[in-house]
């Protein structure tokens, strides 16, 4: 167990193995285990006039289910209601939500993982028992699904620009059309 044993095995044990020249890191997440949530801002056509909204995007990391809904802009109380909307769509809640670090929800960004999260976005993730978990920044392939699906969504929903009546009809909308996004994506993360 001395130090230089260790060193003349390591050493050893490297020149006997062929050197790596590809490495991944397999995603795997049991049912339940997460989801991630992310934002985009699109454009629609709302009662005549073209607006820009605020979609809230949710994927269950397992079975790649999605969520989206609308709303008028990027607040706290929206983020609440999203939460609820989705869990409800999905019948259940996954143990873990990974996010960005958006300043809805996270007051202070501090060294590697640690975040200090807004005070009322903690009561909602005691209030339906899961744990959040904060990405690193500017490292969007920690929640690379709904990354992938942002793109998708824009892509297979927003163009060309969609018309509505209102933000309900949209959202009535996007929970039918929404769903079909998992079937035809194969993104990884």
């Given at each position: 167990?001395?130090?230089?044993?260790?060193?003349?095995?390591?050493?050893?044990?490297?020149?006997?193995?062929?050197?790596?020249?590809?490495?991944?890191?397999?995603?795997?997440?049991?049912?339940?285990?997460?989801?991630?949530?992310?934002?985009?801002?699109?454009?629609?056509?709302?009662?005549?006039?073209?607006?820009?909204?605020?979609?809230?995007?949710?994927?269950?990391?397992?079975?790649?289910?999605?969520?989206?809904?609308?709303?008028?802009?990027?607040?706290?109380?929206?983020?609440?209601?999203?939460?609820?909307?989705?869990?409800?769509?999905?019948?259940?809640?996954?143990?873990?939500?990974?996010?960005?670090?958006?300043?809805?929800?996270?007051?202070?960004?501090?060294?590697?993982?640690?975040?200090?999260?807004?005070?009322?976005?903690?009561?909602?993730?005691?209030?339906?028992?899961?744990?959040?978990?904060?990405?690193?920044?500017?490292?969007?392939?920690?929640?690379?699904?709904?990354?992938n699906q942002v793109g998708n969504v824009r892509e297979w929903l927003f163009s060309p620009r969609p018309r509505f009546k209102d933000l309900a009809e949209l959202n009535a909308w996007l929970e039918q059309h929404g769903s079909r996004i998992v079937q035809s994506d194969s993104g990884e993360g």
């Open positions: 167990g001395a130090y230089d044993s260790v060193q003349r095995f390591v050493k050893h044990w490297k020149q006997a193995r062929p050197a790596l020249t590809q490495a991944f890191v397999p995603l795997v997440f049991p049912a339940g285990d997460a989801a991630q949530f992310d934002w985009s801002h699109e454009q629609v056509e709302l009662g005549g006039v073209v607006q820009t909204i605020k979609l809230a995007h949710f994927r269950l990391a397992h079975s790649r289910q999605p969520f989206l809904v609308a709303y008028s802009r990027e607040s706290l109380e929206m983020v609440f209601d999203a939460h609820d909307r989705a869990f409800a769509f999905w019948g259940g809640i996954p143990q873990r939500m990974i996010y960005d670090n958006p300043r809805t929800l996270v007051d202070a960004v501090k060294v590697g993982k640690a975040r200090r999260f807004n005070r009322q976005f903690l009561a909602l993730a005691n209030h339906y028992l899961f744990e959040p978990v904060a990405c690193t920044p500017a490292s969007g392939w920690e929640k690379g699904q709904v990354e």
